[in-house]
Nanobody, 120 residues
Framework: QVQLVESGGGLVQAGGSLRLSCAAS????????MGWYRQAPGKQRELVAA???????NYADSVKGRFTISRDNAKNTVYLQMNGLKPDDTAVYYC??????????????WGQGTQVTVSS
């Protein structure tokens, strides 16, 4: 099995910054795409940013230019640097990883979520 543990959420004023981290552990051979999703109250979970094993990234339009995703493959860790935070960024942020554990197929794993609250 694989576990994803997130950290770095919290309360910040509008315009502030936070850095989220997500470390994967367990039965890991390789990790393909890693990503961050978020879910605000009453809304569907949405993709915030994703990064491939080779470093290619994509972002939701709402966070382009403000958020940066990165990863450390040696540590099986993905980061989300969030700058210029807005109240609309308030949500529970979830880490996701597509992991090969030695079989023919990969499996998708989720972290437990970390709350980000941006006050106006």
């Amino acid at each position: 099995q694989v576990q994803l543990v997130e950290s770095g959420g919290g309360l910040v004023q509008a315009g502030g910054s936070l850095r989220l981290s997500c470390a994967a552990s367990g039965r890991i051979f390789t990790i393909n795409t890693m990503g961050w999703y978020r879910q605000a109250p009453g809304k569907q979970r949405e993709l915030v940013a994703a990064i491939s094993s080779g470093g290619s990234t994509n972002y939701a339009d709402s966070v382009k230019g403000r958020f940066t995703i990165s990863r450390d493959n040696a540590k099986n860790t993905v980061y989300l640097q969030m700058n210029g935070l807005k109240p609309d960024d308030t949500a529970v942020y979830y880490c996701n990883a597509d992991v090969h554990s030695g079989g023919y197929t990969s499996s998708s794993y989720w972290g437990q979520g970390t709350q980000v609250t941006v006050s106006s």
